[in-house]
């Protein structure tokens, strides 16, 4: 009966959601915006409105089901410390395993390379543009910012998490911002271009790979997953799909709506010419009203969001490459 009780009571707790559990909302949600969302309007809003009104209604249960079934994955391992790589060996074997997780680490270490170059480049163009300063060598600039990024997550995961979740409230606000800030502008020229309806199941599938890079972050899941089951055991399956579903809901709020809100307050024209200039949304929007608001709020919300990306994908790379050091070192002692 007092052990019928203690889980009984063990489940409610877990089934509460907690200031952790937002603050690993935050940072999942902090992994999946990065620089992809600045050029999400452009790239997703160019096939017109209603396209994108139906790549907003897939988006939900496509980026909750997914990151939820790669963390029920994570958790069908035997043991309670193992992350993905040893999920992956001990489900499909070594060799199934090296294969997998040779395509896992280089799916994602370019983007880590990318966010690198991102970075340096917008602080780059901040410090020369609003500040009036010189360029800093690039070698100089970039090894500075990747060494204190990589720093944040060599010095332990709650460091990072701390500072993933302090990075994401401004880039809420700014995010949130700037989309109410447009509202003034908003138009119904997107809404009364009438698509070619034979066109747009093409456009839809067509954006969906912009949609899965702008709200994805199954680079942290592994590692997010393995805390989550140390943490509750067995209970860890109700956490993951409650922090995930929260995630997903973030995601869908905020960022849809600042997708919204630039895809309205922009014209069809004017939405090919951004994407022929192959610039970022603020960029753009910055171009055209001209705006000293936006100038310095653009490299901000950059700056956060390829941050934050650069701390899930950078543990999702080291995850990776840590699976494979193991396995070449299993391989190279069995053969002695």
């Given at each position: 009966?007092?052990?019928?009780?203690?889980?009984?009571?063990?489940?409610?707790?877990?089934?509460?959601?907690?200031?952790?559990?937002?603050?690993?909302?935050?940072?999942?949600?902090?992994?999946?915006?990065?620089?992809?969302?600045?050029?999400?309007?452009?790239?997703?809003?160019?096939?017109?409105?209603?396209?994108?009104?139906?790549?907003?209604?897939?988006?939900?249960?496509?980026?909750?089901?997914?990151?939820?079934?790669?963390?029920?994955?994570?958790?069908?391992?035997?043991n309670t410390d193992s992350d993905i790589t040893d999920t992956v060996e001990e489900h499909f074997g070594k060799t199934?395993?090296?294969?997998?997780?040779?395509?896992?680490?280089?799916?994602?270490?370019?983007?880590?390379?990318?966010?690198?170059?991102?970075?340096?480049?917008?602080?780059?163009?901040?410090?020369?543009?609003?500040?009036?300063?010189?360029?800093?060598?690039?070698?100089?600039?970039?090894?500075?910012?990747?060494?204190?990024?990589?720093?944040?997550?060599?010095?332990?995961?709650?460091?990072?998490?701390?500072?993933?979740?302090?990075?994401?409230?401004?880039?809420?606000?700014?995010?949130?911002?700037?989309?109410?800030?447009?509202?003034?502008?908003?138009?119904?020229s997107m809404i009364e271009t009438s698509p070619d309806w034979s066109t747009v199941p093409l456009i839809v599938w067509?954006?969906?790979?912009?949609?899965?890079?702008?709200?994805?972050?199954?680079?942290?899941?592994?590692?997010?997953?393995?805390?989550?089951?140390?943490?509750?055991?067995?209970?860890?399956?109700?956490?993951?799909?409650?922090?995930?579903?929260?995630?997903?809901?973030?995601?869908?709020?905020?960022?849809?709506?600042?997708?919204?809100?630039?895809?309205?307050?922009?014209?069809?024209?004017?939405?090919?010419?951004?994407?022929?200039?192959?610039?970022?949304?603020?960029?753009?929007?910055?171009?055209?009203?001209?705006?000293?608001?936006?100038?310095?709020?653009?490299?901000?919300?950059?700056?956060?969001?390829?941050?934050?990306?650069?701390?899930?994908?950078?543990?999702?790379?080291?995850?990776?490459?840590?699976?494979?050091?193991?396995?070449?070192?299993?391989?190279?002692?069995?053969?002695?």
């Open positions: 009966m007092n052990t019928t009780t203690t889980v009984t009571s063990a489940t409610q707790s877990t089934g509460k959601w907690t200031y952790k559990d937002f603050v690993w909302s935050l940072s999942l949600f902090g992994t999946a915006v990065g620089a992809g969302v600045l050029f999400l309007p452009i790239k997703a809003g160019a096939g017109g409105f209603w396209p994108l009104v139906i790549l907003a209604l897939i988006a939900a249960p496509m980026t909750w089901f997914a990151h939820k079934g790669l963390a029920r994955f994570v958790l069908s391992a035997s199934g395993a090296n294969l997998i997780t040779f395509a896992y680490f280089f799916a994602i270490y370019p983007i880590v390379l990318i966010y690198g170059v991102g970075i340096t480049n917008t602080v780059d163009s901040f410090l020369v543009h609003q500040f009036g300063m010189e360029s800093i060598p690039r070698w100089l600039l970039s090894g500075a910012l990747i060494s204190l990024m990589t720093a944040g997550v060599v010095f332990g995961k709650e460091l990072m998490l701390k500072a993933t979740s302090a990075m994401v409230y401004p880039l809420v606000f700014i995010l949130l911002a700037l989309s109410v800030f447009l509202i003034p502008d908003w138009n119904t067509l954006a969906i790979p912009i949609i899965v890079f702008s709200f994805n972050h199954s680079p942290i899941i592994s590692q997010f997953t393995k805390s989550q089951r140390q943490e509750h055991g067995e209970h860890a399956v109700v956490k993951t799909d409650m922090i995930t579903a929260g995630a997903a809901m973030m995601l869908m709020g905020f960022v849809m709506f600042f997708v919204f809100s630039v895809v309205l307050s922009l014209t069809p024209e004017q939405l090919t010419m951004a994407q022929e200039q192959n610039i970022s949304v603020l960029s753009y929007i910055a171009n055209v009203h001209e705006s000293p608001l936006i100038s310095y709020l653009g490299p901000i919300v950059a700056l956060a969001a390829i941050t934050s990306s650069y701390f899930g994908h950078f543990l999702g790379a080291h995850e990776g490459l840590v699976g494979l050091v193991k396995s070449i070192k299993s391989r190279s002692c069995s053969s002695c």
